[in-house]
């Protein structure tokens, strides 16, 4: 039973996930991100040269999930992933398939067909976040060239009590 000047517990932390994207063969921005970002469980790259994602040094526990962009070559990698993360349905795509520098519709569409409750993706170069309903939008802007203004960007995500937090940092 609750009673006035009790404490709540705080909210566990269940997952922490580190995202960034359009690292365009820069690694050194990655790396600087990856050390800012503390400890993380996974890491997420939204794409523009996906074999960036495997030369990124991370702890070895943590694995790391990638897709290709635009400057990909098709076959290096897969287009779209869908992630299950403590029973939160994630979409990761680059978003140029989505046409997401001109509007959010076909995204929201992919997303409402994988039924997904979150969708990182990259593409425009500017790290921002909304919701759209129960739907989580996060764009982790670009680690080497942002488009916003601010600097370079990468985002986190922590899954707290079955919702998940964003936040968006710059170097």
Known sequence: MFCPGDDFPEAVIVMRIGVMSDSHGLLHYAQQAVGA????????????????ASK???????PVHAVVGNCDARNDGPGDKLLELEGIKLLLTHGHHYLVHI?????????AEFNAAVVV????HIAGY?????????NPGS????RDGRGAAYG???????QVIP???HL
């Open 37 to 52: 970002m503390g400890k993380i469980d996974l890491l997420l790259h939204a794409g523009d040269h996906y074999r960036d």
């Open 143 to 146: 680690i080497t060239s942002p």
């Open 167 to 169: 936040s968006i940092f």
């Open 121 to 124: 993706f990259g593409h425009t």
């Open 103 to 111: 509007g959010l519709s076909k995204l929201l569409y992919k997303a």
């Open 56 to 62: 990124i040094i991370v702890p070895a526990s943590v």
């Open 130 to 138: 909304a919701w759209h309903e129960n739907l989580l939008l996060f």
């Open 156 to 162: 986190i995500l922590e899954i707290r009590d079955g």
